[in-house]
């Protein structure tokens, strides 16, 4: 039996790294793990809560009494969140909006990179986010920075809206995600960049299956 390797995917908004690494995790008996669900878990819970995230002390209070669980499921992964099933809560265009903010808080960002790496111990992983390749798992034997135009990505992401009946505009959708992209690029803790020994893969001019080939192929290369 070859060795479980850990696969990471980092890339901006709906580049197609959650889709891509379902498919990938499925393929290879991996656990697929989705880093910005528990983002979107916690600023929920904070949105819900009012917590006043300046205040180190409430921040630090929300994290030590919060549980967020991932567990497999045929659809790719469920979010729990203090037991709770909030799969469906965390898309919505509320959380979405204020992600981004959340993320960037050191108290947060520690707590949550801690809880992934645990998830991520002596088995063979593919996790999709931001700052896998750079932070959570600088040892991963896969590396890929997956991109798509800015204007396939509102798309892709206008076209996955309509199925679920939520109808934000494309050019509104398309300024969330430009915005997004920016405010996570170009934060202080652990911002969104392509670590130097990860793979550039553009998804603009290629389907699903396409692309979960192509990374199949380098997991493949590196599977002894
Ligand atoms: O699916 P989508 O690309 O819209 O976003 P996501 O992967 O669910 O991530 C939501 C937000 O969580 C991102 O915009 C980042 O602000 C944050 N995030 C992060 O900072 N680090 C990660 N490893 C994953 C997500
Ligand atoms: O995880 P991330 O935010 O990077 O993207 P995603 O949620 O996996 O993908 C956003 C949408 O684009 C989904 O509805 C995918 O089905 C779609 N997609 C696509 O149409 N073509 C691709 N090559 C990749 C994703």
Redesign the pocket.
Known sequence: MTKPIQIAI?G????G??TIAKIVAEKLGYVYI???????AITLKALNEGINMASNTEAGKLLAETEIDLQPSEDGQLVFLDKKDVTEA?RSQHV?KA??E???HELV?LR?VEL?QQLAEARGVVM?????GTH?LPHAALKVFMSASVEERARR?FEENKKRDILTPLEELQAE?AK??K??SE?EV?P?RQADDAIYLDTTALTIDQAAQKILKLAEERLV
């Open positions: 980092d901006p908004a709906a580049a790294k959650s989705d880093t910005g669900a528990m983002y979107r965390i979405t992600v981004s959340m993320a960037a960002r949550m992934q999709d986010g931001r700052d896998i959570v992401r995600i997004r992209d405010m996570d934060r652990a969104l």
